[in-house]
DNA sequence: TCTGAAATCTAAAACGTTATAGATTTTTCT
DNA sequence: AGAAAAATCTATAACGTTTTAGATTTCAGA
C-alpha cells in the first residue's frame, strides 16, 4: 500500500515524543476537539470522520494523557485503597490488593495504595483523598458497625466500597463473607463430628463481621442443643501468643468445652497450640473449625478443619463495583455476599 | 487580631472550591508565577513576600493540584510498584506494600501497584509506565540474575530499585537480603546442633537469590565439612504439596541426611510435613533452619529453627531509595543489604 | 433558486502549574 | 544626580484535554 499523502497536513506529522490529540489533529487535518470527540464518539461527529480518527489514532498509539484529563475533568483516574492496620491476616490483605490491582487493569483506572497505622487517626487518609481528589472512588476494609469513615463518604457522596458490611450497608456496595452462615455451618459441622460444647474464638467486636460470627453460631448452637461461649477478653487479631494463652486457660477451666470455631487461620494455628497447652488432642477429643484464605493451615493441620475463604473473589467485586459505581453514579450499590459452601470445605 | 485589608485585592478572595494558586494570587495581590516561585523558594522572590505568600498558603490550606503539576511538569508523582507473581508468599508481599506505602506517606509520592501474572509478559507492565510516563519511578521485586525488565529499565534510563540483586546490580538500587550469609549462618548453626548431612530447598533457579542460597551454603558446607545437597526438581517456590512429596522422597532416599535449609517458611511448613511423612523426628533426630517473615513459623513449629527477615526494612529501603534517585538523580544508587544475624535467631 | 434547519466542524477558553523573557523598581557606584 | 547594575516582580506561553458557543457546510422543502 503506497501512502500518497493528500488532504491531511503536510507541515505537520512531527512524530516527536509521544502522540496527543494534535498529533492526530495534524495528521488527519481535522481540529483538536473534532479528534477529542470522534474518540468519544460524540453523536456531531459524522461516522466517516470517527473511522478514520479511530484508524490513525490506533496507528500511532494514541494513549489519552492522564494528566490532561485529569486537570480538564477532574477525572483522577485512581482507585484508592485504603488498608486498616491488621496484625497477622497479610496474606488475606495481599489477596485482596492484587486480586483488585488485576481486575482494575482491564479499566483505565489504577489502584494506589494507603495504609494507616493502628496510632493513626482511620479519617485522616480519607480526608485527604476526598478534599483533594485524590482518587475517583475508595475501598475500605475491615469495617466497624458504625464506621465513621463510611458515614463520611455517604456524606461527602463520595463512591466507595467497602469489605465488610456496616449499620448503613443498604446504602453502600460492600462485599462480604457471609459470617453468619459460617457460624451456622462451623456449629453444625462441630455437631456432626460429636463436638457439642464450643468455643467461638471471635474477631474484634468493633468489626462488624464479629457480630455476623456470633449471631450465626449463637442462633444454630440454640438450635441444634449445643452449648456455644463467646471467648471473653481476647480476639482474633490479637497477638498469637495471647491467643494461645487465653485458648489454654480457657479449656483448662472448662474440661467439658470439645470444640472451637475461629474466623481466622492464623488464629487457628494459635489456638491449636493453645489447645495442645491444655492437654487437647486436636480431631481426637478436640476439633477445630477455621477459615481460611490460602491452604497452608489446612496443610499444616489436617486434623484442624478448614472452610475455604476466597479473597480473591471479593477484590474482584470491590473493584467491579467501584467502577460501575463511577460509570453509573444513580445505580444501586452492587452488594455481594460470599456464602460458605460444603465445597469449600478442606478444599485442596 | 483584625482584619484591615489594605493593599491585598479587593475584588476576589472567593473561597470557592479547592484554593489554588490563583486564590493565593488574589488574596495577596501578587502574581501567579510569583506565587508559585515563592513556594518554590526561588531566589528572585524576596523573604517578604515569600513569608507571607507561605503564611496565606498556610492559612487557607494550598495543596498543590496534582494535575497542574503532571501537566506542566511530567513528574507525576507516583511511585508504581511491580509485583511478579508469587505462589504462596503473600505475607512477604503485603508487608513489602505496606512498608513502602508508609515511608512515602512522607513525601509528595503514592504508591500504585501493579500485579501480573504468571503467564503475563512480564516486559508488558513496566514498559507501559515508561511509555506513557505513568510513574517516575518503579520498584520491581523477585528479579532474576540476567533480568530483562532491569536491562531494560536501565537502557530507558528509568529510575528504579530492586527488591533482590541481579546481574547489573552495581549499576542500580537495590535492597537485598544476604542469602549468601543465611546460606552460611544456616549451615553452621545446623552443624552446631550436629547436623552435617544437610539438603537445601532452594528457590527457583533463574532468582538471583537462589544462586547466592546455593553459594553460601556450598562454601559453609566445604568449610567446616558438612556434607551438602541442593534439591533437584522442586524449589521453594513451587506448591506446597510437590514440596512436601519431593522432600520425603528425598529423606527415604537418603536415611543420612539429618539437616535441611529452606529460605521460605511456608516451605519449611510443607518441608515439615515431608520430613514426618519420611519417619523424621524434627528437633530430635532432624533439623529445619528456615528464614521467615512473620512469626508464624516459629510460633506453630517451635522445633523448626528460624531466622527472622525483616521485610519492613526492604520496604523501606527500597521507597527510600527511589525518592532520593528522583530528588538527586545523579547520585550513586542507593544499595542495601540485610545480613542475618545472631540476633535475629528464633525471634519473639 | 432561495430559506431555514440540520449536520458537521472549528475557535476560544479553561482546568492549575511552571519556565522564560521581559518589565519595573530599588540599590549601588561614580 | 545620573547611569548602570541588581533585585524583584509580571506577562505570556505552554503542558493535553474537553466544553461551549459559534461558524460553516449540506440538505430538505417551498
Redesign the interface.
Same mark, same amino acid.
Given at each position: 500500500m503506497t501512502e500518497t499523502p493528500q488532504k491531511p497536513d503536510q507541515k505537520a506529522a512531527r512524530v516527536i515524543g509521544?502522540p496527543t490529540l494534535k498529533t492526530i489533529s495534524k495528521l488527519s487535518g481535522l481540529a483538536i476537539p473534532t479528534v477529542s470527540r470522534a474518540l468519544s464518539d460524540a453523536p456531531d461527529i459524522s461516522e466517516k470522520t470517527k473511522e478514520k480518527i479511530r484508524e490513525i489514532a490506533a496507528e500511532i498509539g494514541y494513549?489519552p @494523557? &492522564?494528566?490532561?484529563v485529569?486537570?480538564r475533568t477532574g477525572k483522577?483516574l485512581?482507585i484508592s485503597l485504603i488498608?486498616a492496620p491488621d496484625s497477622?491476616l497479610?496474606?488475606h490483605?495481599?489477596?485482596l490488593?492484587?486480586s483488585i490491582?488485576?481486575t482494575l487493569?482491564e479499566t483505565p483506572y489504577?489502584?494506589?495504595?494507603?495504609?494507616y497505622?493502628p496510632d493513626d487517626d482511620p479519617m485522616k487518609p480519607i480526608r485527604q483523598i476526598v478534599? @483533594? &481528589?485524590?482518587a475517583d472512588a475508595v475501598i475500605l476494609n475491615r469495617t466497624q458497625a458504625d464506621d465513621p469513615r463510611v458515614a463520611y463518604l455517604l456524606d461527602k457522596k463520595f463512591p466507595f466500597a467497602t469489605h465488610g458490611r456496616t449499620n448503613m450497608s443498604e446504602r453502600h456496595a460492600y462485599f462480604d463473607y457471609d459470617n453468619t452462615a459460617f457460624g451456622d455451618f462451623a456449629v453444625r459441622h462441630l455437631a456432626e463430628k460429636g463436638r457439642k460444647s464450643i468455643v467461638l474464638l471471635a474477631p474484634m467486636r468493633n468489626q462488624v463481621y464479629a457480630t455476623h460470627m456470633i449471631q450465626g453460631t449463637l442462633d444454630a448452637a440454640t438450635d441444634i442443643g449445643s452449648t456455644l461461649t463467646v471467648l471473653d477478653g481476647v480476639n482474633s487479631d490479637e497477638k498469637?501468643?495471647d491467643i494461645?494463652k487465653a485458648i489454654a486457660l480457657h479449656l483448662r477451666l472448662n474440661p467439658e468445652c470439645d470444640g472451637l470455631i475461629c474466623g481466622s487461620g492464623?488464629a487457628a494455628?494459635?489456638a491449636?497450640?493453645g489447645a495442645a497447652d491444655a492437654g487437647r488432642n486436636i480431631g481426637v477429643d478436640f476439633d477445630i473449625f477455621s477459615k481460611e484464605a490460602?491452604?497452608?493451615l489446612r496443610?499444616?493441620h489436617p486434623n484442624i478443619l478448614t472452610i475455604r475463604e476466597d479473597v480473591s473473589e471479593a477484590g474482584k467485586f470491590l473493584a467491579n463495583a467501584v467502577v460501575s459505581a463511577l460509570s453509573d453514579p444513580d445505580a444501586a450499590p452492587k452488594q455481594g455476599l460470599q456464602v460458605p459452601s460444603e465445597a469449600d470445605l478442606n478444599f485442596a
Open positions: 509521544k494513549v @494523557n &492522564r494528566a490532561g485529569r486537570l483522577t485512581v488498608l497477622e497479610m496474606p490483605t495481599a489477596q490488593i492484587t490491582a488485576q487493569r489504577h489502584l494506589n495504595v494507603t495504609p497505622l478534599e @483533594n &481528589r485524590l498469637i501468643e494461645r492464623v494455628m494459635a491449636a497450640v490460602t491452604s497452608i496443610f499444616c
